[in-house]
Structures are given as C-alpha cells and as structure tokens.
C-alpha cells in the first residue's frame, strides 16, 4: 500500500460483553507495522473474540478500534481484502478439493484468475501439499487442513495475519515448518497477530505480546521483557516427589514455589544448592533449567498458589 | 440490530458461482431428478385422470397439469434450497464463517443464494417445460416467455425459505413449514384444479398466497392464453422476494455477527 502508516492496530478501551458477561473489558494495545504481535492467556480470556472484534465480525459495546487507520467495523470490507484470518477451528470448504478451495476462497477477494494460478503454486508448496492438490477436504488429515488454512488465509497477499491457534494439532516437524514460513513473512514486511497456548511458539515468534485474563490485559511486553519482570532466572520443575521436596525446603528461603498439575516449580536466581540437594533424594525427579514464557504464564495465570 | 439495506454487490456472484461449480460434479444425478419426477406426473397424472378431464379452464387437462407442475417445482426446488442447503452451509459446515472472514458480507451471500435458489428453480421448471413440450401439451414458442417467469418464482419463493433457515435451529425446524406452508400452497393454489372451485371465503386468502400468482402466469403462457393482470402478479412475486431478503439479511447478521 502506498502510505505507510506505522500503526496496522489501533484499539483503545474496546469492550464487549455477551448477555451482560463482560468478555473483553476495556483493552488498549497496538500493533506496529512488521511485528509479530502476541495475545496469550488461558481458555476463556478473551483472545478469539478480541479478533473478532478487530476484524469486524462482532460489534464492540465501546471503545475505539482501527485497522489500517481505517475505523472498523465502518470500513470491515476494505480492511478484510488486506488481511488474512487463520480461525481457531478450520473451516475449509468440504465441497471442495484443495486446489478448489484455494481458488474459490482466492475468489472472495476478486483476485483473478492469471494471479490465482500462480500464486496457488506457491500455497500447495507452502502448505507442503503439492502432493495433495486434487483430495478432498474429507480425506486430509486433521495437521494437513490446518497447513492449508493457514496457507489459505495468504492467498490474497495479506498486510496483516490473524492467526487464532495456527499450530495447534500439528506435529513438531509441521509446527517448526511453519513458525520458518511465518517468520519469513515477518521479513517480508507482513504484521501478525496471533494467539497460541503455546509458551514456545510465541517465545519464537512474538516481537511483543499481552497476556489476558478475563478480559483484561493483566501483562505485557517483549517476551524477555516479561521473563525479566514476572520470574526469577531458574527453575527446578519436580515432576515426581513433590512432596519431599516441599518437605526439605520448608525451612529454606528464596525460593518461590508454584504448583501446576502435579508438577511442582521452584524458583530461585541461584538455584544452584537446591539442586545439589534433589540430586541425592532418590525419589525426586526434577529437571532444572533457565526460566522461560511458561513460568511467566504460569505465575500470572497460575490458579493454584503454594506457600 | 443492524438494519442497514443490503448492497447488491459482483460478490454475489462469486457465491453463485460457488454453488453452481459444486453443483456441475451432481450434474447427473440432479438431471435425472429433473427430468425424471416430471415424466412420472404428467404421464400418470397428465393421462390417467386426463382419460377422465378433457379440459380444465377451456385448456386440455395435461397442459393444466404442466403448467401448475412447472410452478409448484419451481417453488419446492427454491425452498428446498433456501432452506436446507443454505442451512448446511451457514451452521454446520461453516462455509459462511469463512466467507466472511473476507470481504464478502451477509449481504452478498444471500443475495449469491437467492440466485442459485432462483437457478435451481430455472433447471427443474425448463425440464419440466421440455416434458410437457414433447408430450405435446405445450401449445407455441411463446410458452418460452415462462423461463424468466420461472427465475423469478424461484426468487420468490427463495426470500421466505431464507428467513426461516435464518432462525431454524435444526433441519426438523423445516418440516413446519413445509407441512404448513409448501405443502396446503401445492394442494390450494390451482395446480390440480382452478382455485375458483373453491369456497369464496377461502379464495380470498389463496390469492394472498405465491404460488397462485405464480400460476397465474405460468398456465396462460404456457397454453397460449391472454394473461391478466401481469402487474399484480410480477408485483406480488417481487415482493415476496424482496422482502423476504431483507429480512433474511437482517435475521441472518443478528444471527452471525455476534
Ligand atoms: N457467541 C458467544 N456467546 C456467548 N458467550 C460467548 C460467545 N463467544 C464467546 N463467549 C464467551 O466469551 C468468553 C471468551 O471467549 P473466547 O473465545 O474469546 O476465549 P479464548 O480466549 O479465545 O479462549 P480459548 O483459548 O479457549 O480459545 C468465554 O467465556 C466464552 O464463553
Ligand atoms: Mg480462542
């Protein structure tokens, strides 16, 4: 596009509320041209309605919201033929086979025919699914629909991605194919906006990210930035013998313990001795490494509190 | 609620197009439907009781038949369609999720499927018509005057079938309305016999109904007859169809647009 406006997002105190159960509850972020830009936050936080709201597909109680400095949803046509959406749940067309489907959807954005076929090469390639072209949607496995949406969603050579769960159901190979493809995009100049329970993939990926929490933003910044703030630098993550090691460091300090599932945490700057420690107590197993996305979540999310 | 009036967009079209190419893969079957269902009314409808009624309405009993057969296809092809294909893809296959999800709007969507509706309808009414044409109870070319007729009626009676599928809640929603609706207009409305042998009282409420308009032009097109009161009928059908896609609009975005 020719003016080169700085800011693809825009929201300001957007809210939105379902049969008076506020869902998304006054969020103010933006999103700067060629960042990956990441919403975290457990089910039910708010992060797929929160790209709706951007994509105009559901109407805000409140607050401001634009997308290409254009006012959405005021402007939800011109602002969908420049962007590309990967939903959380696929919907690719069954009627179709998946050549078919990149065309058809290719038609939604009038592109033409001559476009279309070139560029719906380089999808089957990216989607890894040159083999597959002439299958029906019925007959792909579940990682193989998820790669053709996502390369679906690029068929109108998008500014901006939105991307609801992009690697969910796939396997590591896939997954690590597509976080290459997706950082290529990120060089190309393209914006993405994405949301991913994976602690991982957004540590790989986002330039900045908000964790969300029952509508709100309850954190935010690059993911060094949130290490850095939220979590001490180790951790001792016990996966068995929980309770032993709750026992033997009752009367230590500086350490913060946190319990998800049946793993138990311990986090230190020094963890050094505790591991010395664990190390000649049989019945513990522990892993100890740098503190990383997952314990920022963790501690910010974490539901069930020890110590 | 969002009541803005549609837009009427080339996007339509592309919806269109979408169904007519999934529709080109059942091109044989589908034809055989068309063309067979016909075939089976007018030649044991057409000759069995036309061996008992010479003339219905000084036309002979088959072309009466036809002409009400053309009509009522019309009618059940669009409803159908309206009503459970166009459910299958809004709810459970999800395809309207991923249509919107460009710049494509409820708007163009059912205006694209209003289309295909009216389309479908044209397909099956054209078979019959070519039936009756070789069964000889087609009295001249102008009897060709119906196609446009026919795309018409289907656009008709798409605009209601839409409204219903836009607050349906499952595909049982649809037999209310076919039992209570599609079903008394194809046993009322003069396909079988002229509306005017029943009770006066009843005539006045079959003449707020389509398919009486729809037949009212169809039969004299059909057996070479002067057609009355064209307006009033074009009118009618216009309406039904112009109402009930606003209204489909408006239903179906409260619906999707959440
Ligand atoms: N159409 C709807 N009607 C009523 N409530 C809804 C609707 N859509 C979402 N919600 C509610 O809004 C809240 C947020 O849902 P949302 O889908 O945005 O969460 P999410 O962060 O994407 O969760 P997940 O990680 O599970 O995908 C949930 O409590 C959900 O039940
Ligand atoms: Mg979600």
Redesign the pocket.
Known sequence: MSEKINKIVRIDKLKKS??N?I??NGISFDVNRGMCFG?L????????????LILGL?PADSGALSVFDLEMPAHARQVRQRIGVVP?ADNLDPDFTVVENLFIYGSYFQITRSVLNKRIGELLEFAGLQDRADTKIGALSGGMQRRLTIARALVNDPELIVL??PTTGLDPQARHMIWGRLRKLMQQGKTLLL?T?YMEEAERLCDELIV?EQ?KIIAQGSPKQLINKYVESEVVEVRSGGEQAMEYIKNMNGYRVEKAGDTHYFYSNNARELVLQFEKIKDIVFLHRPANLEDVFLKLTGRELVD | MDLRLPLVRKSAFTIWRRNALVWRRLLGPSLVINFGEPFLYLLGLGFGLGAFIETMDDMPYLTFLASGIIAASAMNTASFEGMYSVYTRMIPQRTYESMMATPIEVDDILAGEMMWCATKSLISGSAILAVAALLGAVSGWQALWVIPVIFLMGLCFAGPAMVMTSFATGYDFFNYYMTLVVTPMFILSGVFFPVTSLPETAQVFIQLLPLTHAIDLVRPIVSGQQVNNIGLHIAVLLAYAVVGYYLAVILVRRRLI?
């Open positions: 379902y049969n159960n869902v998304v919403l936050g457990p089910n039910g936080a708010g992060k797929t309605t929160t790209l709706r559901s959380q609801d769960e949301t329970h969300m509508g | 959440i």
